[in-house]
């Protein structure tokens, strides 16, 4: 925990900043922006591992003052020394979690936009810059949520209330050193189902079921002069479109990603969609760009 | 030949040409700075080191996992993508060379000269002329 809080305190401002507003809307050098971005994503990763040790420590400390107080009615009193250890250190604990709770990024960051950038950064010159927009709060905080159903009743469950959100939290553009002009961008809409039924033995239960469904769409655009443009099929569940333009072609693709669980999606599914479009390019030769 | 022998990129390869700092002891080639790697106590070339890795990094959003997302992990996932991927990367650079056909890297053939854009009058993109900037 306190390697957590020291990788806190060694963050530079902008780094904090990031942690702070959770939200990335810029112009930068890519190397630079994936260099800045790793100590904000190594802190995520620690954070997230502490937390759950918290509320480890906090069940036990909570158990162990439940404890006492059985100690203490049987007449041991140094019982209640222990009890108020245990409720100090339960108090202590949920501070720190609450104070990391607080800066906890989504993890569509780590999984998703860490590699997708570094990965950029190493297609693009040094010197390049890229356009970034990254909302790093979580996916299901009130300003995304889109609409609550009124509770309706489904098969055995007398009571189904379902929440919508909209988290359209990833997109930017870059060109690449090859002079291609990248345009990415994902948007999630996401469905959380509160469903409860009451069982054969009369108690009532409530479980929650979680929908996600990603759509990613990437622009690549070729330039002409470089690359041309052999036959392209996209697969079932991808949308492909071509569009010729004056220096390029742009290679449109759009996939859209359905999985029952809010947890991110794959980086790879992202890093496919461009090499898809890379895929059909060969090298143009002269005369022969058309 | 001067400069770095390694290839610069992942969805299209490059030409490095970064100041030779040494030469990778596995292939021969000489590279910069930014493409050698300490790795057991000797430098070698990251495409070298990359391809040496017996088990590929873990998930980099996991708790506890490397946590550095740098340069080795980029060559490492770069090798691990062209190898298991079907991805076959296209090399837009003039120095060839045979170290990256095990990838069924897609060339320009030697001595093409490419760079001779052929305008069109089609239609433009209908998101604001990208692709034409």
């Known amino acids: 925990m306190l390697k957590t809080f020291k990788a806190l305190k060694a963050l530079t401002s902008d780094q904090r900043r990031i942690l702070d507003t959770k939200f990335i809307d810029g112009e930068y050098e890519a190397q630079a922006l994936v260099a800045e971005l790793r100590a904000v994503a190594e802190f995520d990763r620690m954070s997230d591992g502490v937390r759950k040790g918290l509320v480890i420590r906090i069940v036990v400390c909570a158990l162990v003052a439940f404890a006492t107080i059985f100690m203490v009615a049987n007449g041991i009193t140094w019982a209640l020394v222990l009890m108020g250890a245990a409720v100090a250190l339960a108090i202590y604990f949920g501070v720190m979690l609450s104070k990391l709770k607080a800066l906890d990024l989504s993890n569509n960051f780590r999984v998703v936009a860490m590699p997708l950038l570094a990965i950029l950064s190493e297609d693009m010159a040094s010197d390049a810059r890229l356009h970034v927009r990254l909302d790093l709060t979580a996916p299901d905080v009130a300003a995304k949520k889109i609409s609550t159903s009124e509770p309706y009743k489904h098969g055995v469950y007398y009571k189904v209330i379902d929440t919508t959100y909209k988290d359209a939290w990833f997109d930017g553009s870059a060109k690449l050193a090859d002079g291609s002009l990248l345009r990415w961008s994902v948007v999630e809409h996401l469905l959380e189902s509160k469903r409860s039924k009451r069982n054969a033995r009369g108690k009532y239960k409530t479980k929650t079921r979680q929908y996600k469904r990603s759509v990613i769409e990437v622009d690549v655009a070729l330039p002409k002069d470089t690359y041309a443009l052999g036959p392209m099929q996209a697969p079932p569940d991808h949308k492909l479109s071509i569009k010729p333009g004056e220096k390029r072609r742009v290679v449109k693709l759009d996939r859209k990603i359905k999985q029952r669980t809010h947890d991110p999606i794959d980086a790879r599914e992202l890093i496919d969609l461009i090499a898809m479009a890379y895929g059909a390019a060969k090298p143009a030769t002269t005369g022969a760009a058309a | ?133």
């Open chain 2, 1 to 133: 030949m001067s400069g770095c022998q390694c290839k610069s990129g992942f969805f299209a390869l490059r030409d490095c040409q970064g100041p030779v700092v040494t030469q990778c002891p596995t292939c021969r080639r000489a590279i910069c700075a930014r493409h050698s790697t300490v790795a057991a106590g000797s430098t070698q070339c990251l495409d070298c080191w990359a391809k040496g890795q017996k088990q590929p990094p873990r998930d980099p959003g996991a708790v506890g996992a490397d946590p550095e997302l740098d340069q080795q992990w980029t060559y490492g996932y770069r090798h691990r993508y062209y190898s298991s991927g079907g991805y076959m990367p296209i090399y837009t650079g003039h120095r060839h060379g045979t170290y990256y056909d095990s990838y069924d890297t897609r060339s320009f053939a030697p001595g093409v000269a490419v760079g001779a854009a052929v305008g069109d009058d089609l239609e433009h993109d209908d998101r604001a002329g990208f692709g034409d900037s």
